[in-house]
């Protein structure tokens, strides 16, 4: 299966909720879950008075589906990233959020420097990213404690880059387990995300069970 290329918008009124999938737009009065409360399709107006708890199972579907959404991830890496979870002591839930919240591209969005993740990840595959110094364009990469990420010095000169700072006031402020050094063009991971870290409308509980049905 192919990475979802269609308007993005209906993901967020097929869920109900804003995923926060196209940056600015929404927060302004142009957002789509605000504009038109059903869901998307033929039917949606009269969908919207049928919805009710649902099973179980679709509860937990629903809640696998968000977050892969929000972070932008396919059904196979979603599943490989569990089985990681699964591995790692403690919660399984909180490993996993943590295992998609340590991504290079949702490092990058995080940091200020992108209006959404896809945005984060197309930035990142363009190559404008470094680690450590060294040039990664693996949106997918996992940032470790102390690592640099930073905009190359080549891309520096770009105009979207010239105009960041201005952008930066507009958005919000890097979470705790990050630093950023706007004078610098730079970020730094100083530990591993937490559950509390995660401010994202998740059940993970809810995608724990999907997958150990």
């Known amino acids: 299966m192919a990475r979802y290329t269609g308007p993005v918008c ?5 869920d109900g909720e804003k995923l ?3 940056g ?3 927060l302004s009065a142009k957002c789509s879950v605000e504009r038109r409360t059903y869901p998307p399709g033929q039917h949606g107006k009269d969908a919207q008075f049928r919805r009710g708890r649902g099973s179980d199972y ?4 629903r809640e696998k589906q968000k977050a892969r959404r929000i972070y932008g991830v396919l059904e196979r890496q979603f599943r490989r990233y569990f089985s990681e979870a699964l591995r790692r002591p403690g919660l399984t839930g909180s490993n996993l959020l943590t295992i998609l919240e340590s991504r290079l591209d ?4 995080r940091l200020g420097w992108a209006d959404s993740r896809a945005h984060a990840r197309q930035i990142v595959q363009h190559g404008h990213i ?3 110094g060294r040039r990664t364009n693996i949106p997918s990469y996992l940032v470790r404690p102390n690592d640099v990420v930073a905009i190359r010095d080549e891309s520096r000169s770009r105009q979207y880059f010239k105009e960041l700072r201005a952008y ?3 958005r919000p402020q890097a979470p705790e387990w990050l ?5 610098a063009m730079a970020g730094t991971v100083l530990r591993v995300p937490e559950r509390r870290d995660v401010d994202l409308p998740l059940n993970e509980q809810l995608i724990v069970e999907y997958y150990s049905r």
């Open 130 to 132: 470094t680690i450590n």
């Open 58 to 61: 679709s509860l937990q579907l």
């Open 168 to 170: 930066m006031e507009d």
């Open 20 to 22: 926060f999938l196209k």
């Open 10 to 14: 209906k993901l967020c009124r097929r």
């Open 179 to 183: 630093s950023v050094n706007m004078g």
């Open 106 to 109: 949702n490092v990058v969005y």
């Open 24 to 26: 600015a737009r929404c």
